[in-house]
């Protein structure tokens, strides 16, 4: 890999500032052996370099800073120059052959491990990693786009421009223009990340504290069926699980009727969302040998870090019968923090649930 590519075995969680915390995080899981799906950062440096050809930096400067943060069209125009200038530009070759290099490279090795001759049909996700994200701006540097069951080099370099692009919503460029110059070109720097897609029959989230009460004997599960889409943007109700680390120990189960799932598009590119079969509906989507394959693993992000996780799986289901958990991001647990603070303030909590709790994470820390 070279300045525009970096596969996450190279990474850790000191590569923060050239690769997002998203990135670096799944570096610094596949540094612990945990179960992550391979794939590689395109670096903050990639839309650095782009920004500084043909003067688009200042232009995009100039946009941010000119916009009129009350008034919802002159929001609406700088989106749209912004994203224009994003989109339409040409992409400098050093940085396109780099992309393509990394994605032949990645789905190659998995097309030849499978014994497969398509490899461009290999299906990745491509996720936006802010350098911040985990920061107090996070939900508004850039709205932490996801893109599922991509396919082919095209689209891989297409839906990373639209994850650059998405550092200029409209909420985004309000929130910038208030900030000094130097603060706001600090909150738009951005890296993507492109992993291999797991093939999920059910996905969800695992909080390793519980976010109703704060201890951390306890591990909660929200899960569904499908891809984890539906779960952390909160279009499903999802099963809930609670277990007790000591044993472990399930303790409680909320088995929710789950009338939805995502799943990838039958045509071979993107997911769609569908109805699930009634057989499954009331139908708990874990198994308690797999409750407990996910708390042994959450215990062990935790472990890793040294605090409490909030983490989004995916659960592959192979013909053998046998369960393979996918970690596809872990960051720091901070509902319990907000709901005590809330509490030290006297402030009433606005959600209930843990349901609402992983809708909020994924408003700030999507996919």
Same mark, same amino acid.
């Given at each position: 890999?070279?300045?525009?590519?970096? %596969?996450?075995?190279?990474?850790?969680?000191?590569? +923060?500032?050239?690769?997002?915390?998203? *990135? &670096?995080? $799944?570096?610094?899981? @596949?540094?612990?052996?945990?179960? @992550?799906?391979?794939?590689?950062?395109?670096? @903050?440096?990639?839309?650095?370099?782009? +920004?500084?050809?043909?003067?688009?930096?200042?232009?995009?400067?100039?946009?941010?800073?000119?916009?009129?943060?009350?008034? =919802?069209?002159?929001?609406? $125009?700088?989106?749209?120059?912004?994203? &224009?200038?994003?989109?339409?530009?040409?992409?400098?070759?050093?940085?396109?052959?780099?992309?393509?290099?990394?994605? $032949?490279?990645?789905?190659?090795?998995?097309?030849?491990? +499978?014994?497969?001759?398509?490899?461009? !049909?290999?299906?990745?996700?491509?996720? =936006?990693?802010?350098?911040?994200?985990?920061?107090?701006?996070?939900?508004?540097? /850039? #709205?932490?786009?996801?893109?599922?069951?991509?396919?082919?080099?095209?689209?891989?370099?297409?839906?990373? %421009?639209?994850?650059?692009? =998405?550092?200029?919503?409209?909420?985004?460029?309000?929130?910038?223009? !208030?900030?000094?110059?130097?603060?706001?070109?600090?909150?738009?720097?951005? =890296?993507?990340?492109?992993?291999?897609? &797991?093939?999920?029959?059910?996905?969800?989230?695992?909080?390793?504290?519980?976010? !109703?009460? /704060?201890? !951390?004997?306890?591990?909660?599960?929200?899960?569904?069926?499908?891809?984890?889409?539906?779960?952390?943007?909160?279009? @499903?109700?999802?099963?809930?699980?609670?277990?007790?680390?000591?044993?472990?120990?399930?303790?409680?189960? +909320?088995?929710?009727?789950?009338?939805?799932?995502?799943?990838?598009?039958?045509?071979?590119?993107?997911?769609?969302?569908?109805?699930?079969?009634?057989?499954? %509906?009331?139908?708990? *989507?874990?198994?308690?040998?797999?409750?407990? #394959?996910? *708390?042994?693993?959450?215990?062990?992000?935790?472990?890793?870090?040294?605090?409490?996780?909030?983490?989004?799986?995916?659960?592959?289901?192979?013909?053998?019968?046998?369960?393979?958990?996918?970690?596809?991001?872990?960051?720091?647990?901070?509902?319990?923090?907000?709901?005590?603070?809330?509490?030290?303030?006297?402030?009433?909590?606005?959600?209930?649930?843990?349901?609402?709790?992983?809708? #909020?994470?994924?408003?700030?820390?999507?996919?």
């Amino acid at each position: 890999m070279g300045k525009y590519t970096k %596969r996450f075995e190279e990474l850790s969680s000191t590569d +923060r500032e050239t690769v997002g915390g998203k *990135c &670096a995080s $799944l570096g610094e899981m @596949v540094q612990a052996q945990l179960p @992550v799906p391979a794939g590689f950062a395109v670096t @903050v440096d990639a839309y650095e370099d782009f +920004r500084d050809t043909q003067g688009r930096r200042q232009k995009l400067r100039d946009i941010v800073t000119g916009v009129d943060p009350e008034n =919802s069209a002159s929001l609406q $125009l700088a989106h749209d120059q912004a994203v &224009a200038l994003i989109l339409e530009a040409e992409l400098p070759a050093t940085i396109q052959d780099e992309i393509t290099e990394a994605y $032949l490279q990645l789905t190659n090795e998995v097309a030849a491990r +499978r014994g497969e001759d398509k490899s461009d !049909r290999i299906a990745v996700a491509v996720r =936006s990693s802010s350098v911040d994200e985990d920061g107090d701006a996070a939900s508004f540097a /850039g #709205q932490q786009e996801t893109y599922l069951w991509v396919t082919g080099v095209d689209d891989v370099i297409a839906k990373v %421009r639209e994850c650059w692009a =998405s550092l200029y919503t409209p909420q985004a460029v309000a929130y910038r223009s !208030r900030m000094p110059e130097t603060e706001g070109m600090e909150a738009s720097k951005i =890296s993507v990340a492109v992993q291999l897609m &797991a093939d999920a029959d059910v996905a969800g989230v695992t909080f390793t504290v519980s976010p !109703r009460t /704060g201890d !951390r004997s306890v591990v909660a599960i929200n899960a569904s069926w499908g891809l984890g889409q539906a779960v952390v943007s909160g279009e @499903v109700t999802p099963d809930e699980f609670w277990l007790s680390k000591v044993g472990p120990k399930i303790t409680e189960r +909320r088995i929710a009727r789950k009338d939805h799932e995502y799943v990838p598009n039958p045509e071979g590119t993107g997911i769609v969302f569908q109805e699930v079969d009634e057989a499954r %509906r009331e139908e708990p *989507c874990l198994s308690d040998e797999e409750l407990f #394959q996910l *708390c042994e693993i959450g215990v062990r992000v935790e472990k890793h870090y040294g605090f409490p996780q909030d983490i989004e799986w995916a659960m592959e289901r192979h013909a053998d019968g046998t369960s393979h958990v996918m970690l596809l991001q872990a960051r720091p647990e901070t509902h319990w923090k907000k709901r005590r603070a809330d509490k030290d303030k006297k402030t009433p909590a606005t959600t209930t649930g843990l349901l609402n709790l992983v809708s #909020q994470a994924a408003k700030g820390a999507q996919g």
